[in-house]
T-cell receptor, first 113, second 114 residues
Framework: EAGVAQSPRYKIIEKRQSVAFWCNPISGHATLYWYQQILGQGPKLLIQFQNNGVVDDSQLPKDRFSAERLKGVDSTLKIQPAKLEDSAVYLC???????????FGNGTRLTVT | AQKITQTQPGMFVQEKEAVTLDCTYD???????LFWYKQPSSGEMIFLIY??????QNATEGRYSLNFQKARKSANLVISASQLGDSAMYFC???????????FGTGTRLQVTL
């Protein structure tokens, strides 16, 4: 089966600019997650979707981050405006049901200068 | 709240030796799952092994086994016969029904040497 697809692989932007990341989960996976992984740390959940509904966005900085999952398949994560501390790898993951192993994409490495 | 603690920032092991990576967890839920992931330098997160809180047997997957001690709230990963390709970051994570999300520890960097 095809894995979780993410794009772009790398992105460099200046602070205050906006950026968007795209994720296509494994076919049939109802649950989709966006994680932020700052260098040297473990991944931190930003938002979790079940189909096209939000299950948990408690750690999403909603003043600058937004995410959507239209039609319960693809998802986009947007940052507007970006700050220096947003430099991180943004990982998308999907799972068949909530309590099952997450399958991760290769991530998008964001550098904010 | 749920929490994972990995106290070993880095570990070294010689090729063909076994190594144990420590993980302790904290949750008030009775039902939970424990996961280990491997993250090579290329960045992808690779699922290794899973242990459910009600599983009586320790989980095993090839060279990976999970030493699950429920009373101590520990879920250590044991890698047998280490290979150079095992060099990577290893993350322990917990999922509970209440929180309904996967929470990761800070990771352990494993270096396998000749």
């Amino acid at each position: 089966e095809a894995g979780v697809a993410q794009s772009p692989r790398y992105k460099i932007i200046e602070k205050r600019q906006s950026v968007a990341f795209w994720c296509n989960p494994i076919s049939g996976h109802a649950t989709l997650y966006w994680y932020q992984q700052i260098l040297g740390q473990g991944p931190k959940l930003l938002i979790q979707f079940q189909n096209n509904g939000v299950v948990d966005d408690s750690q999403l900085p909603k003043d600058r981050f937004s995410a959507e999952r239209l039609k319960g398949v693809d998802s986009t994560l947007k940052i507007q405006p970006a700050k220096l501390e947003d430099s991180a790898v943004y990982l998308c993951a999907s799972s068949l049901v909530r309590v099952s192993p997450l399958h991760f994409g290769n991530g998008t490495r964001l550098t904010v200068t | 709240a749920q929490k994972i603690t990995q106290t070993q920032p880095g570990m070294f092991v010689q090729e063909k030796e076994a190594v144990t990576l420590d993980c302790t967890y904290d949750t008030s839920d009775q039902s939970y799952g424990l996961f280990w992931y491997k993250q090579p330098s290329s960045g992808e997160m690779i699922f290794l092994i899973y242990q459910g809180s009600y599983d009586e047997q320790n989980a095993t997957e090839g060279r990976y086994s999970l030493n699950f001690q429920k009373a101590r709230k520990s879920a250590n990963l044991v890698i047998s016969a280490s290979q150079l390709g095992d060099s990577a970051m290893y993350f322990c994570a917990i999922h509970t029904g209440t929180a309904s999300k996967l929470t990761f520890g800070t990771g352990t960097r494993l270096q396998v040497t000749l």
